[in-house]
C-alpha cells in the first residue's frame, strides 16, 4: 500500500475510535481499556479540553493531552500534602564588640553588610550617636539572608538602648530605657591578708570597695593602716533589670573598724543629685586633702630631714613620701585647685605642682606621663587623675613621689591633720539625721546577726 494511503487510513481509524470512546464515556459504561479509563477519568473533572489534532500526531505514547483546571489542596486530599512555598528566614544576630578606631561603616564591611546602609543610619535624626562609637560597648545587627540589615541596637549607657528597625527604604528609631529596680544589700568583711581580698571571698564588687576608699580616704590610709582583723560593715545598692543583676549603684552607709577607732559614713543626695558622705553627725567625710595620692599602694620611704640619698650616696634631706606601685598606676590630686606647673623639673622628672589656694601646694614627681589635656592653668577635682607612675629623673624604682607645703615650706603628709571641708547644709540636717540613725540601726542589727551565725 502506498504512504498516502497508510496515513489516510491510520486518519480514519483515529476518528473513528475517538467518536466510539466519546459516546462510551458519555454513557457511563465501565471502562475496559487504559484509553478508556483516562477518558472517563477526564470526564469527571470540572472542566477540561481535548487539544487538537495537529498536537495529537506530535504527542508520544497515547497521543492524548488534556489541559485541566488550577487544583486545590482538596483535589490532592489522597496524594501526598502540598509543601508551602519556602519563607524568608528569620534575620540573623551578630554581636560585636567595639574596639578603639572602629566605625560603624567598617563594621558593617566586616559583617558583608553594605556601606550604604551606615550612610543612612548615621544621617538618622537620633542614631548621630553612631558617628562616634565608645570602645568596649556592643552594637548588635540583624541582617537576613541577603546580608540586608533589618535591625540594629546600641547600648547609650544609663541602662538606655538605640534600637533601628528597617522600614522600607528607611528607619525607624526608638530609644528605650529598660526599667531598673534598685535593692539594697547588706555586707560584711574582715581583714586577712587585704580590702580587695576579703571583699570578693564575700562577692563585693570591685567598684563598691573602690567607694570604701574614697569614702573613708581621709581617716584611713589603705596602703598603710590597715591591720589583719580590721572589720567594716556595709549596705549598698544592687541594680537589676527583671531578675537579673545589671549593675552596682552606691554605698548608702558604711561603717569601718581601723585599729580599734570606729569610722561610719552616711550617703546624702542633694537636689541636684550631687552625693556626699558625711558622719552621722553631719560633718563631711570629705577632708580638705586625701590622705594618699595613689589607692593601694605602699610607702617605700617617708618623710626625713636626715636620709641617705641612695643615688648621691650622701644623706640629704627627704622631703616627701615616696609611693611605690607598679608602672603606669593613677596618680589623683589630693584636693581641688589649680596646676601651676607640668613638664620636666631636674630629679623630679616629669612633674606636676597644683596649687591649692593661696596657702597650700602638692608635688607629684617621676611620673611616667601626665593626663591627657593637662596644663599650666587647667583647674582639677579631689580625686581627678593627674598623671602615671613612673620612674623619671632620679629615680631608683618605680613609684611616686608625693610633697605637701604649706606658704612654700615643706609639712610631712602624714603628720599633717587639715581641718574638715563642711557640715551638711542646715536646709537637710534635720532629714539627714533622721535618716542616719536608721540606717545605723540597721547596720548594727545586721552585724550582730552575722556575727551570731558566725
Not at 104 to 109: A, C, D, E, N, V
Not at 221 to 228: E, K, M, T, V, Y
Not at 277 to 287: A, Q, V
Not at 420 to 429: E, Q
Request: aromatic content about 8%; charged content about 25%.
Amino acid at each position: 500500500m502506498h504512504k498516502t494511503g497508510k496515513a489516510a487510513l491510520i486518519g480514519v481509524c483515529t476518528a473513528m475510535l475517538i467518536t466510539s470512546l466519546g459516546d462510551t464515556a458519555s454513557a457511563s459504561v465501565e471502562p475496559k481499556t487504559r484509553t478508556e479509563a483516562l477518558l472517563q477519568e477526564a470526564d469527571t473533572l470540572p472542566f477540561y479540553s481535548l487539544a487538537p489534532m495537529s498536537d495529537i500526531t506530535t504527542a508520544i505514547d497515547a497521543g492524548f493531552q488534556f489541559i485541566g483546571p488550577i487544583r486545590t489542596d482538596m483535589d490532592f486530599k489522597d496524594r501526598d500534602p502540598v509543601r508551602p512555598r519556602p519563607q524568608r528566614s528569620q534575620c540573623e544576630w551578630i554581636n560585636h564588640k567595639i574596639r578603639r578606631g572602629d566605625t560603624l561603616s567598617g563594621i558593617f564591611r566586616r559583617n558583608g553588610i553594605s556601606i550604604r546602609e551606615a550612610l543612612l543610619l548615621v544621617k538618622h535624626e537620633q542614631a548621630s550617636v553612631l558617628q562616634s562609637l565608645m570602645p568596649g560597648q556592643v552594637v548588635k545587627l540583624c541582617k537576613d539572608e541577603a546580608n540586608g540589615l533589618m535591625a540594629l541596637n546600641y547600648d547609650l549607657g544609663d541602662y538606655t538602648t538605640l534600637s533601628l528597625q528597617a522600614d522600607g527604604g528607611d528607619f525607624k528609631a526608638n530609644v528605650a530605657k529598660r526599667p531598673v529596680i534598685t535593692r539594697h544589700r547588706y555586707a560584711s568583711g574582715r581583714i586577712k591578708n587585704s580590702l580587695f581580698g576579703s571583699a570578693r571571698r564575700i562577692g563585693i564588687d570591685d567598684k563598691i570597695v573602690l567607694q570604701l576608699v574614697s569614702i573613708f580616704g581621709w581617716d584611713i590610709d589603705f596602703a598603710l593602716d590597715l591591720r589583719r582583723g580590721d572589720h567594716y560593715t556595709l549596705v549598698y545598692e544592687e541594680l537589676y533589670s527583671g531578675d537579673r543583676k545589671v549593675g552596682i549603684g552606691d554605698v548608702i552607709a558604711a561603717e569601718f573598724v581601723n585599729y580599734g577607732i570606729v569610722y561610719r559614713a552616711i550617703r546624702h543626695v542633694d537636689e541636684n543629685g550631687h552625693v556626699e558622705y558625711f558622719t552621722p553627725e553631719g560633718t563631711s567625710l570629705r577632708g580638705t586633702f586625701l590622705r594618699t595620692p595613689v589607692k593601694f599602694s605602699r610607702i617605700t620611704s617617708r618623710f626625713n630631714r636626715q636620709r641617705f640619698h641612695p643615688m648621691l650616696k650622701r644623706r640629704r634631706a627627704h622631703r616627701g613620701i615616696d609611693y611605690g606601685a607598679p608602672r603606669g598606676t593613677p596618680i589623683l590630686v589630693t584636693a581641688d585647685g589649680r596646676i601651676g606647673f607640668v613638664g620636666r623639673r631636674g630629679g623630679y622628672g616629669k612633674t606636676i605642682v597644683v596649687r591649692h589656694g593661696g596657702t597650700y601646694s602638692t608635688l607629684y614627681g617621676h611620673l611616667s606621663r601626665f593626663a591627657r589635656g593637662l596644663r599650666a592653668g587647667s583647674t582639677v577635682k579631689q580625686g581627678d587623675v593627674i598623671g602615671y607612675v613612673g620612674r623619671t629623673g632620679m629615680a631608683t624604682g618605680t613609684h611616686l613621689h608625693y610633697e605637701f607645703r604649706v606658704n612654700g615650706t615643706h609639712r610631712d603628709p602624714l603628720a599633717n591633720n587639715m581641718p574638715r571641708s563642711r557640715k551638711i547644709p542646715r536646709r537637710y540636717r534635720d532629714d539627714f539625721l533622721l535618716n542616719a540613725q536608721r540606717l545605723l540601726d540597721q547596720l548594727v542589727s545586721y552585724r550582730e546577726t552575722d556575727l551570731a551565725q558566725k
